[in-house]
């Protein structure tokens, strides 16, 4: 496994995955949004924003990576994203072999800024309990409190 990143890099990317939150955002789909690193923790392999409420910014970017890179790589790979990443979007991480997460807000948040929002059902099932039940020891960081405002800001008056 290649070095982890430093908090710097952390911050970095997830201050780009925020961005593209905002893009979604302005055209209309829901403030997510998600970067594939490569393991020099530099090299920004992919992005993606939300689509739709089945199609997370996350699902999206690692089917994606999937058909583009081999599962060794991917291995080394980290995925950021502006939010704790649901189960779904969990399962498609672990399946697809990427080796390290970076979220910005827990999923306990995200459910404070949405409510009980019809396109947004959060689940109370944090990725790390969704890893935890694999095989594979996939590496989390996160909740990062010192992004919280930059990350909540984008959901405020959207839900």
């Given at each position: 496994?290649?070095?982890?990143?430093?908090?710097?890099?952390?911050?970095?990317?997830?201050?780009?995955?925020?961005?593209?939150?905002?893009?979604?955002?302005?055209?209309?789909?829901?403030?997510?949004?998600?970067?594939?690193?490569?393991?020099?923790?530099?090299?920004?392999?992919?992005?993606?924003?939300?689509?739709?409420?089945?199609?997370?910014?996350?699902a999206v970017l690692?089917?994606?990576?999937?058909?583009?890179?081999?599962?060794?790589?991917?291995?080394?790979?980290?995925?950021?994203?502006?939010?704790e990443p649901c189960?779904?979007?969990?399962?498609?991480?672990?399946?697809?072999?990427?080796?390290?997460?970076?979220?910005?807000?827990?999923?306990?948040?995200?459910?404070?800024?949405?409510?009980?929002?019809?396109?947004?059902?959060?689940?109370?099932?944090?990725?790390?309990?969704?890893?935890?039940?694999?095989?594979?020891?996939?590496?989390?960081?996160?909740?990062?409190?010192?992004?919280?405002?930059?990350?909540?800001?984008?959901?405020?008056n959207f839900w």
């Amino acid at each position: 496994m290649p070095p982890e990143p430093t908090q710097e890099q952390m911050i970095q990317h997830l201050r780009r995955a925020n961005q593209l939150a905002i893009r979604s955002r302005q055209f209309g789909h829901h403030p997510f949004g998600a970067l594939l690193v490569a393991p020099d923790r530099e090299t920004v392999l992919l992005e993606q924003g939300n689509v739709d409420t089945v199609n997370h910014a996350e699902a999206v970017l690692i089917r994606t990576a999937w058909l583009n890179f081999s599962s060794d790589y991917l291995w080394g790979c980290t995925l950021y994203t502006t939010a704790e990443p649901c189960a779904m979007c969990a399962g498609t991480q672990y399946w697809a072999n990427v080796g390290r997460l970076v979220y910005g807000i827990a999923e306990t948040r995200l459910l404070e800024l949405t409510g009980n929002h019809e396109a947004n059902p959060t689940l109370n099932l944090p990725c790390r309990d969704v890893f935890d039940r694999g095989q594979k020891a996939i590496q989390v960081w996160g909740p990062f409190p010192e992004m919280e405002a930059e990350i909540t800001d984008v959901h405020r008056n959207f839900w």
